[in-house]
């Protein structure tokens, strides 16, 4: 039974940083194929930053450079570094795993979801 917890939401104010967190139990973080996946309101849902079969992040355009992905084996979690953040980075944001297909990663293929958590940004 895979399951997700995701923590580190709020609000924040334009420029500001978070860090949100994915625990995770039932699937392990290296075997990668995890990511993080947002929907905005009245948006389609993005994917974020994901890590294909190889380990290899990959991150959308609209937050190259100012979001990381990132992991602790440890603890079996995934996490997402979040800097200069944008009020268009206002959304629900949401961890997923088993997301690749062939090894590469695509949030419409991740089969399990968190719950989610809210991040916005004024």
């Known amino acids: 039974h895979v399951q997700l917890v995701e923590s580190g939401g709020g609000s924040v104010q334009a420029g500001g940083s978070l860090r949100l967190s994915c625990e995770v139990s039932g699937y392990s973080v290296t075997t990668g194929c995890m990511g993080w996946v947002r929907q905005g309101a009245g948006k389609m849902r993005e994917g974020v930053a994901g890590v294909d079969s190889d380990g290899n992040a990959m991150y959308a355009g609209s937050v190259k450079g100012r979001f990381t992905i990132s992991q602790d084996n440890a603890k079996n979690t995934l996490y997402l570094q979040m800097n200069s953040l944008k009020p268009e980075d206002t959304a629900q944001y949401y961890c997923?795993?088993?997301?690749?297909?062939?090894?590469?990663?695509?949030?419409?293929?991740?089969?399990?979801w968190g719950q989610g958590t809210q991040v916005t940004v004024s």
């Open positions: 997923a795993a088993d997301c690749c297909r062939g090894g590469s990663w695509d949030a419409r293929w991740c089969e399990y």
